[in-house]
């Protein structure tokens, strides 16, 4: 059984915040709330530590890991050649949804890194989560704490229905602010690449320090064997429909009812009345989007629809990374 720990994410119970470090000290593996989305951290230092996440996530060792910290001075710990680009973003986002991907310390597990000579890190910003690390002392390694492939957790719930009895404790603060991952940023190439698009906007990179690369798209993603494992699915096949009328949504929703229950995701009402029918409104906007989506992503699965329909919204700005997990999870590539 995993304990779980309700905490005051404003201020957190020190008590509750020791027996978590100490949990970390020993090698364990604790859940937190970050403002993107719950993780599941162990000590970065320690590679049977690091080891357990990838044992309790069923995550493929080829994908690296995110090390969290709480203040600039542990970013010496972990990674080397902080180039003065590194420092504007680090000054302009930290604490923040910005992941910055540098040279690797040696000091650090070598399994964090999957194998590369680089290593993700970001100090995130939620007071349970810095008061966590602090208190442990270490930088702590943590994924999104899901099982490998479902939709990242947002909630507490979430990370007990897919890791319940896996791991050793969960700190409950409540429901996530911003609800999908972090901007994963490559500076280790000229000019810094964009991985992963998230909170932190494309346009807010280059206003700090001026060019960025394209992130890749699915189709170059693919084929490079270290980013191939996104995946942000429910169960249910994923329809994605983007920029379509309320009457052809209507009718798409209609059609697929024939086949098995339908679940609905979106900004326009659907009137269908049936029982196989499920719907989870949306205001359109990406701040909406992103709170919800994935645990909209999970209702859906729980009430057993066999296709989920999803409803865009506009790709600009913050809007792209939520469209990147739209249309990640409506591809069928690299499903396990
Ligand atoms: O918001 C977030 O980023 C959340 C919270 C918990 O911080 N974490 C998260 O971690 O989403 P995860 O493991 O689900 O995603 C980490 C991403 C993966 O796409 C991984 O391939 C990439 O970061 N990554 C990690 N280390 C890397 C490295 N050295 N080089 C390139 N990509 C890396
Ligand atoms: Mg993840």
Sequence with gaps: MTLVLKLDADHPQPELIAKAASIIQAGGLVAFPTETVYGLGADAMNERAVQRIFEAKGRPADNPLIVHICDRAMLDLVAEDV???????????WPGPLTLVLRRDPRVAESVSAGLATVAVRIP?????????????????????????????????HVATDLDGRIDMILDGGKTKIGIESTVLDMTSEPPVILRPGWVTREQLTNAIGQVGHAASIEELKRSPGTRHMHYSPRARVLLVELKSPASILRKCTDLLREGKVGFIGHTSVPISEPGFSTIF???????????????????????????????????????????????AASSFDRE
């Design 83 to 93: 180039s003065a680009k590194a420092e504007a973003l680090i000054a302009a986002f």
């Design 282 to 328: 949306l205001e359109n906007s990406a701040e909406a989007y992103a709170r919800s989506i994935y645990s909209a992503f999970r209702e859906l699965d729980e009430r057993g629809v066999d296709v989920i329909v999803v409803e865009g919204i506009s790709d600009e700005d913050e809007g792209a990374a939520v469209m990147d997990r739209l249309r990640r």
């Design 125 to 157: 910003n939620t007071r349970i989560a810095s008061e966590l690390i602090r208190r442990a002392a270490t930088p702590i390694a943590a994924p999104s704490a899901n099982r490998s492939g479902r939709p990242s957790p947002t909630t507490a719930a």
